[in-house]
């Protein structure tokens, strides 16, 4: 196998753990970040002790607060930041070389969408629009149902990588096939990138019904698949009216196998805060959905499926969809009804 330099922008979670999965084949990877604390921790402990805390990285793990070191000369990067920030750093990579001169081949990890005057933008399609030419419809979207938490540690992980390009979908799917990954090639570049987004949303959801589970004589597992099973359903219908190409990438693991894990893994933090909103009343912080996006960053973690779900509720409007379960999280998180009503309705009354 032939080693590469690899350049990943962002340094949460799901960032440092792919730079681990790649760094134990034998690849050098750097990671971008903002703080030069966690530069000096990597370097002296091997420890991303902000966002990944407890997993020794491997030597072959750097970072740098300087982005167009980590983005130049690199084979392979990889763009990690979360959605909020993804645009305003990759404006900050698009005069170094290996960018500017399109001599490096770049995959996304980020979910979720872009905010534009036009409405809500898949993250793929608005990239290709500022990044120089030669990147138009050759990037490569990587998800799937992929906790960092056990990618870190090698623990058996499929993704997808989906593509315009096939070769650039092998391209990435051979670099990946490391140690506890299975990767799979996808030419349904639109259904991929719903599924990633929009399972986030549904987790939140499903996160309240399982805390109002764990006190109820209604709800159990049997009203929590028909929530999950109905979420599916949404992600599909979102799919198909953005352009979605291919039905089973929504029964595949991008799909169900994604959504699946995000309901109901320990680690998901979409899952945490619809828990939370139940048993920590943390919605009562913020005056609706618009404040709370604002002051998410004083939540402690990052649930993406909050952002995810002002776009989706616009995607909905603009699509004339009927959405009740993420439409119903809008209202939610706008305070505009109670998370436990909304759900008895929704699964009482169907």
């Known amino acids: 196998m032939e080693l590469r ?72 990067l990889f763009l990690a930041s979360p959605s909020l920030y993804l645009l305003d750093n990759v404006n900050r990579i698009l005069n170094v070389p290996s960018v500017s001169r399109a001599k490096t081949n770049i995959g996304i990890l980020t979910k979720g969408f872009f905010s534009t005057e036009a409405g809500p933008k898949m993250i793929m399609e608005t ?41 650039n979908s092998i391209m990435f799917r051979d670099l990946l096939r490391v140690p506890g990954l299975m990767v799979y090639s996808s030419f349904d570049v639109i259904g991929v990138q719903i599924c990633a987004a929009v399972k986030n949303v549904i987790a939140v959801v499903y996160g309240s019904l399982d805390a109002i589970a764990e006190d109820s004589a209604v709800f159990g597992d049997n009203a929590e698949s028909l929530l999950l099973a109905a979420g599916l359903n949404e992600i599909q219908t979102i799919g198909f009216a953005m352009g979605a190409t291919h039905a089973e990438t929504f029964t595949s693991i991008s799909g169900v196998g994604d959504l699946y894990v995000s309901c109901k893994s320990k680690y998901g ?38 952002v995810a779900c002002k776009y989706v509720a616009q995607i909905a409007e603009k699509h004339n969809l009927r959405l009740t379960i993420c439409n119903g999280l809008y209202r939610i998180l706008n305070r505009e009804i109670e998370p436990e009503d909304f759900l008895t309705n929704l699964l009482m009354r169907g």
Do not use: C
């Open 127 to 167: 990239l290709e629009s500022i990044l120089p030419e030669p990147f138009r419809h050759n990037l490569v979207y990587v998800a799937g149902p992929s906790h960092a938490e056990e990618v870190a540690v090698g623990k058996l992980t499929g993704l997808i990588a989906a593509s315009e390009n096939p070769k």
């Open 269 to 306: 933090r979409n899952r945490r805060f619809g828990h939370d909103i139940i048993k920590n009343a943390i919605l009562t912080r913020f005056k609706n959905l618009d404040d709370l996006i604002t002051n998410i960053s004083s939540i402690g973690y990052l649930p993406e499926g909050v």
């Open 5 to 76: 330099k690899v350049g990943i922008i962002g340094s949460g979670a799901w960032g440092t753990a792919m730079a681990q999965a790649l760094a134990r084949a034998g690849h050098h990877v750097q990671l971008y970040t903002r703080s030069a604390e966690l530069v000096e921790a990597i370097k002296d402990k091997h420890e991303n002790l902000q966002y990944l805390p407890g997993y020794v990285l491997s030597k072959n793990v750097t970072a740098s607060t300087d982005i167009a070191e980590v983005a130049d000369d690199k084979d392979f």
